[in-house]
């Protein structure tokens, strides 16, 4: 099997279609041309020459929770590490051998990199909330030891459309939130005819569409120094 695969691999979104691509490079080096002759060539992509059963995992954002019931910001709390471990009983609880829990009852938790485990769930609202062990009020538990490095993230609390007010927050981070408050003051200039204030919202929409984004890279910069510079 093929190893780097996210540095090999690349996907190429085509309407409802998912294409997927692999690198041509000094790993391998021939590959088949419409014509059918091999050849060699470096930094191409070819269509993946090998099957990896249960090798493909997609994540995406969905919009079936545009309101929750506290800030995005507010939801902070997060544990990884290779000493969790899921117990099946009444109650039915996750236990951290590093005690490195900091949930609150009630917490939306959303499950990540175990074996049979992985799914949203809830801290109880009652019983044993410690650094080292939950009760799991909401989901489905199947007994499972450490081993694998689990990642355990709290989550929004979703908020009905009926139960939409003034205490809800939009899910989104906080430079997005901003957009769209930029966004629905275009619309209302727009409708007055203000077409200069219109504008001047897109344009500060857009720029913190890009800002978000931005925040998203992590960049870092290497210089060689010489003994005999001047800096």
């Known amino acids: 099997m093929s190893s780097y695969v996210d540095k090999e691999f690349f996907y190429y979104l085509r309407g409802r279609e998912l294409l997927l691509y692999k690198l041509l490079g000094s790993r391998n080096r021939t590959r088949i041309t419409q014509?059918?002759?091999l050849q060699s060539y470096h930094n191409e992509l070819m269509y993946p020459d090998e099957n990896i059963e249960n090798g493909l995992r997609v994540?995406?954002?969905a919009l079936n929770e545009p309101f929750v019931a506290e800030a995005f910001e507010d939801t902070s709390s997060k544990v990884s590490g290779t000493g969790i471990s899921f117990t099946l009983g009444s109650p039915s609880f996750i236990s951290d051998s590093n005690s490195?829990?900091?949930?609150?009852t009630g917490d939306r938790i959303r499950i990540v990199?175990?074996?049979s485990n992985d799914q949203d769930g809830q801290v109880a609202s009652s019983g044993t909330i410690s650094a080292s062990r939950i009760d799991i009020g909401e989901g489905t538990i199947t007994s499972e030891t450490a081993g694998q490095r689990i990642t355990i993230t709290q989550i929004p609390k979703e908020v009905e459309s009926d139960d939409v007010n003034s205490t809800s927050s939009i899910n989104l981070n906080?430079?997005?939130c901003l957009a769209v408050v930029d966004y629905v003051k275009a619309m209302i200039h727009e409708e007055r005819g203000e077409i200069d204030k219109k504008e001047y919202y897109i344009k500060e929409f857009y720029s913190k569409l890009a800002d978000n984004e931005s925040n998203k890279r992590i960049i870092s910069s290497a210089f060689p120094v010489s003994p005999f510079a001047v800096r």
């Not at 490195?100 to 609150?104: H, L, S, T, V």
């Open 35 to 37: 014509t059918g002759i």
């Open 113 to 115: 990199g175990s074996s």
């Open 174 to 176: 906080k430079m997005l």
């Open 100 to 104: 490195g829990f900091n949930f609150e």
């Open 59 to 61: 994540e995406y954002t």
